[in-house]
């Protein structure tokens, strides 16, 4: 007996030793497990039946809608044509009405465009007109009786072209007068106000002395930032109070154009700010010499004074130059001719530092200031040069301030320049007229010396 047979025979022997309860219940769970594959089998038919039934009854729906979608596709489709042809008949009436109606127009119809033209014009002077400021909106109506006079399925109205009239005539009698109202008013701080205005014809708007221009965008009256001057807004001020039929008043025909550039244009000291450095110092030595020429000037008017009342009198006094020599001489009268005469040389010598003192300097601020001018030339054109060689000539704004510096630099050493030579043309002949009587009187007292002399040798 092999291995095999050995095991054969022991799995047996262990099969008809297993216990009799055990055999019963593994039948049993075979059982209930055939049960249940049964059961399965029989829920999947029926859910499948379900499923075949609802896929039919799905099908003959779509069916059905599909009609229906295929019946309402030529509804629409015969409905499109008839709308098709009814929309060529209605081309074809418009076309023969439109027709008819260019017949009947005839020469209108080149009127109707002469009325959009001039409409167009007028609502851009509207717009423009400080004239809206005391009648706002009143160019609204212009945007309509455009649209009309250029539409060909409507005609302007006979009120449309009265209105019309009305508004241009109203502009040009309006433009002619002057008028007070209150209208709202745009500060330079940007605050919106109520003010009473003053119009002038068609030309300037002011307020409280202040010039005021009309800002199309914005539709309000807007005060300058900066005003033109005291020269026009002086009779601005007084043409609001004045009660008077006729007033000077200065007009600018550009509607504010021209107020605003002279808003713009550097005053003095906004001129003399662009001379810089070289600018400060010309106008310094230009007040030293103008301050120094009033007091020598000053000093030699006092002095020839006090002169003349000295050459009324024969005795000297020491409050003068003429006093001072003649005391000389009184002091040397016993001397003789050319001693007296060395005495009143040394005395008009020491006159002279007196009369001429600060002299020269005036002159030397005259012949300086135009020097430093110069200077301020130069330095101004370098910087223009030294701008171009960055920036190149594109914009002429960046070497605007070195040419201004260049020019207002020779302007300062001119202006400071001219009047120190006058004033020190009016000192020096002064001094030189007062030196000039000094040597005179000397003259004479030297003169009467000598024939004193000849005289008592002669006797």
Known sequence: MNFKQVLTATTVLFSLALPTQAAQTNSLDMNALLNLVKEGQARDDAEFQSRMQRFKT???????????????????????????????????????????????????????GVLQQVAGDTKGVFEGSVVSSQVPNREAFLTDLIKVAGSSSELPSVANLETLWFEMQREMTLTGDVAQYNADVVLPSGETVNKSVVRIGGFNVVSQGNYLVWDVEAKKLVELEVQPGSRYNGPAADLESSSSAVNGFWIDPSRGQLLKIMGQTAGLSERIQQGGVVGYIILALAIIGVMLSLIRMTLLSGESKRIKRQMESDEANDNNALGRVMGVYSANALADTETLELHLGEAISNEIPRLSRGINWIKIISVVAPLLGLLGTVTGMIDVFETMSLFGTGDPKLMAGGISQALVTTVLGLVAAIPCVFLHTMTNNKSRELIQILQERATGILARKAEQEYQAKAA
Do not use: C, H, P, W
């Open 58 to 112: 799905a099908k003959y729906d779509q069916e059905n809608l599909l009609n229906t979608a295929v019946n309402k596709r030529t509804e629409l489709e015969s409905e499109s044509a008839k709308k098709e042809k009814q929309y060529t008949l209605n081309e074809e009436s418009i076309s023969t009405a439109q027709e008819r109606l260019n017949n009947r127009l005839g020469s209108l119809k080149e009127m109707f």
